[in-house]
Each structure stands twice: as C-alpha cells, then as structure tokens.
C-alpha cells in the first residue's frame, strides 16, 4: 500500500473516529433519580436534569455531589459505549485508546 493509500485510510478512521465520539451516549441519575444527565463520548454534558424537590439552598452540598455523581457516571457510559463501537469499527481491541 502506497503512502498517500495509508495516510488517506487513516484520515478515514480518525474522522469515523470523531463521528462516533460524536454519536455516543451515556445516561445517568442520581438521587434515585431526581438528578439525570446525559454526555457524549468526548465527554461533552448534553443535558441534566435536576428536580425540584431536591433544589433546597440548606443543602446545597447534597445537590452538588448528586450532580456530580449523575456527571461523572454519564460520562463513563458514554465513554463505555464509544469505546465498544470503535472497536467494532477497527475490529480489534485497542488497549488505551480512551
């Protein structure tokens, strides 16, 4: 294969690569719940959802630990999910990409 074949094939996988980060997502709640949030698998927040009935300015902590928990497990799926798909893509395992 020529060197402008590989270049070409790589600029292809990189872009598949950047449309599936795109593409992924990961959704999560916590708080049995009242806290949702959603990402994508570059780790972009799409959305978060916070019900009122947990909104209360005494406890203010409880709410942000709610969200960053709801946060952090969003991403993590999202991240799960891209991963899984990359490699159904490139057909292999590919250790330490994420």
Known sequence: MKQADLLRK??????K????MAA????????????KAVA??????LKL??????????ESQMLED???AAV???RRKAKQAAQAEVQ????????GLF
């Open 88 to 95: 159904k893509v490139i057909g292999i395992p590919f250790p």
């Open 10 to 15: 790589a600029q292809e996988i990189q872009k």
């Open 24 to 35: 992924a997502r990961g959704q999560a709640a916590s708080g049995g719940g009242m806290v």
């Open 17 to 20: 690569m950047a449309d599936i």
């Open 40 to 45: 994508d698998g570059n780790g972009t927040i």
């Open 49 to 58: 959802k916070i019900e009122r009935e947990v909104i209360d300015p005494e």
């Open 66 to 68: 709610l969200v960053i």
């Open 72 to 74: 952090n497990e969003a």
